[in-house]
Each structure stands twice: as structure tokens, then as C-alpha cells.
T-cell receptor
């Protein structure tokens, strides 16, 4: 079964600084990859998803971007963080033919 | 557009009481519905999906297309059921999984 690694687990960054959250997947090939944000009172919001290398779909306009440089690597970035970017970010993956989405342990981002 | 609504942010019950976590959805076609659960200090994980028609940890959920609902039910709640529960939807022609805002279930002894 798939294993998802996210890092860093916790991050405190000042406003205006850049961001890079990394997600890697083991145990599958050519997965669909997702970035979700879990913010208080707003549940799980889909930010980006990718069906292959270099293929990124953005779900909501925002200050963040995503990239997929390798099949099992998904990166969430920002050039300049805003206070509103604070939240819990979850990476998820789904094997192309499967029905189940698996989640990573998440990364806590606090923008101060 | 796909939308999932969980009207209750918090549901508190005593051990042994019945539980129903509500979920309504909006989708023009035939969706797949899921319930995910996040226990304290654990990662989000799949609880059950409607196509399996299974009971997991005593929980069941029936897809009601007429009412566009997928409520999660358990006849007798246990303390270990305390967690955050998310209802999710995936359209038949997409791999996007859309979540509701979640309901926190607290089961008191």
C-alpha cells in the first residue's frame, strides 16, 4: 500500500517569506496527487491536484502554487506568505485505478 | 458544481446513544460518496464508501439519491468513536475528492 511522507511537519514562517512543503509517495507509480488545506471552521479544501508529472490543476485562486517534478513528488510553494496561508496542509495520493485516497500526516504552517 | 454540506460542526452524545452524522451533497450526475475519519493525533483515513455497502466499526451509511444525502449512523456510540468525521464526494468523471467541513463527534462516558 502507499506510504506518504510530508515535511516539514511543523513550520513557522514570517509574512513575506517563501514556502516549500514537500510530499513524496512510496509503494505506487503514476499516482494522482493532491494538496488539501485544513483550516479551522472550513474543513478540507482542495488546493491542487495532479494526474502526472508537470500536470497541475488549481482549484482555488490563491497565493500558493504546486509543482510535480517527479512522478512521486509533489511540492507546495509560495513566493511570499500571507497570514491567511496559515493552516494544516495535507498531501494525498490515489493510485490511478483505485478508489481510495490516502493521506499524509500533514504539515502545520503558522505565518507570523 | 460539486458540494458537500455537513451542517453540524459538533455532535456530542453519551456512550451507548445512537449517532447520526449528517451529510448532504450537490452533484448533477452519479457521485461516489465516502466517509473519512481523523482520530486524535492520527492521519485522516477512509472509514467507508457507499459502493461497498459495508459496516465499519459499527458505522453504516446509505446513499439516498432522492434526498441527496449520505448520513453516517451508528446505533450505539463508543468513547473511541470520538473523532473528526468528513463526508466526501467524487464525481464519476473526475478524480477530485471534495470534502465537507467536517463534524466533530464527542462521545462522553
Amino acid at each position: 500500500s502507499q506510504t506518504i511522507h510530508q515535511w516539514p511537519a511543523t513550520l513557522v514562517q514570517p509574512v513575506g517569506s517563501p514556502l516549500s512543503l514537500e510530499c513524496t509517495v512510496e509503494g505506487t507509480s503514476n499516482p494522482n496527487l493532491y494538496w488539501y488545506r485544513q483550516a479551522a471552521g472550513r474543513g478540507l479544501q482542495l488546493l491542487f491536484y495532479s494526474v502526472g508529472i508537470g500536470q497541475i490543476s488549481s482549484e482555488v485562486p490563491q497565493n500558493l502554487s504546486a509543482s510535480r517534478p517527479q512522478d512521486r513528488q509533489f511540492i507546495l510553494s509560495s513566493k511570499k506568505l500571507l497570514l491567511s496561508d496559515s493552516g494544516f496542509y495535507l498531501c494525498a495520493c490515489k493510485q490511478g485505478s483505485g478508489n481510495t485516497i490516502y493521506f499524509g500526516e500533514g504539515s502545520w504552517l503558522t505565518v507570523v | 458544481a460539486q458540494r458537500v454540506t455537513q451542517p453540524e460542526k459538533l455532535l456530542s452524545v453519551f456512550k451507548g446513544a445512537p449517532v447520526e452524522l449528517k451529510c448532504n451533497y450537490s452533484y448533477s450526475g452519479s457521485p461516489e460518496l465516502f466517509w473519512y475519519v481523523q482520530y486524535s493525533r492520527q492521519r485522516l483515513q477512509l472509514l467507508l464508501r457507499h459502493i461497498s455497502r459495508e459496516s465499519i466499526k459499527g458505522f453504516t451509511a446509505d446513499l439516498n439519491k432522492g434526498e441527496t444525502s449520505f448520513h453516517l449512523k451508528k446505533p450505539f456510540a463508543q468513547e473511541e468513536d470520538s473523532a473528526m468525521y468528513y463526508c466526501a464526494l467524487r464525481g464519476y468523471d473526475t478524480d477530485k475528492l471534495i470534502f465537507g467541513t467536517g463534524t466533530r463527534l464527542q462521545v462522553f462516558p
